[in-house]
């Protein structure tokens, strides 16, 4: 079930180095936000925070508060494992175990959680490899490697093994950018069934791509030199691209930043 997140004052550290600084801003359930902003801003930080993965990086550390539906992720007792089951990633760069079946690749999870059962594994990689429009193209050799498959398939397979877990948002890390324009579509496409589901968050470097996909846009930026990254403006994507509050982000979107 898509869920809400909301997200409070939150600032974020490597070390002694203050990365992000003060964001505030809510992702309704079933729908695509996405992150823009120049590199070194923050906006790939911040979607490391919403599940957790930015503790993984030592001396990272978390201030403020990540809520889904209303619970505290970051809140005592809460585990990061079952966060990062609730709130699903996809990667940069396709990342399936390459030398893992198809079939393995979509139910590694659901395996790490003890589920044995070789209907339900059947069950889950079929409905999973639907949802990310890749059945038809894999159905007849799901005891293959995944990582034969091409570039834009391995990406869907990564989609597939996130979505077999039922999490209720998805994070994606600019899951495009590797992809060729054919294979980028095809994602796209996909995003757009997914949000009927899933409560979606991207971070795009491709301007077309945000205005193409999401409902709502956030943009973030340097704040100075040697200053942390800050959220300038969130809204809805087709007042951000038309119509922007900030002149930052007017400046960003038509190309005239820096």
């Not at 490391?48 to 550390?61: D, F, K, Q, S, V």
């Not at 059945?135 to 077999?164: H, M, N, T």
């Not at 994602?187 to 009927?196: N, V, Y």
Request: aromatic share 6%; glycine share 10%; charged share 25%.
């Amino acid at each position: 079930m898509a869920k809400r997140l909301d997200v409070k004052d939150l600032n974020i550290y490597y070390g002694k180095f203050h990365a992000v600084n003060e964001v505030t801003l809510s992702v309704p359930p079933r729908s695509i936000t996405a992150f823009i902003g120049p590199s070194g801003c923050g906006k790939s930080t911040v979607l490391r925070t919403l599940n957790r993965m930015h503790e993984e990086i030592p001396g990272a550390r978390v201030e403020g508060q990540v809520l889904l539906d209303g619970e505290d992720i970051y809140g005592r007792g809460i585990s990061p494992v079952s966060v990062r089951t609730t709130i699903g990633m996809v990667f940069q760069r396709p990342n399936p175990f390459p030398t893992m079946s198809i079939r393995d690749n979509v139910v590694a999870g659901l395996k790490l959680q003890g589920v044995r059962n070789k209907a339900e594994l059947d069950e889950v990689t079929e409905r999973s490899l639907r949802g990310a429009n890749l059945w038809e193209e894999v159905k007849d050799r799901l005891k293959k490697p995944g990582g034969g498959l091409s570039g834009g398939q391995q990406q869907r397979l990564c989609i597939a093994r996130a979505i077999a877990v039922s999490p209720d948002v998805l994070l994606m890390d600019e899951p495009c950018s590797a992809l060729d324009p054919i294979s980028t579509l095809a994602i796209e496409d996909l995003m757009g069934e997914l949000k009927k589901e899933y409560t979606i968050v991207i971070v795009t470097h491709n301007m077309q791509q945000a205005a193409r996909v999401s409902d709502q846009t956030a943009f973030f930026n340097l704040s100075g030199v040697g200053k942390p990254g800050e959220l300038v403006e969130i809204d809805d994507t087709e007042k951000m691209f038309s119509n922007p509050t900030k002149k930052q982000t007017d400046d960003y979107i038509s190309g005239r930043f820096g």
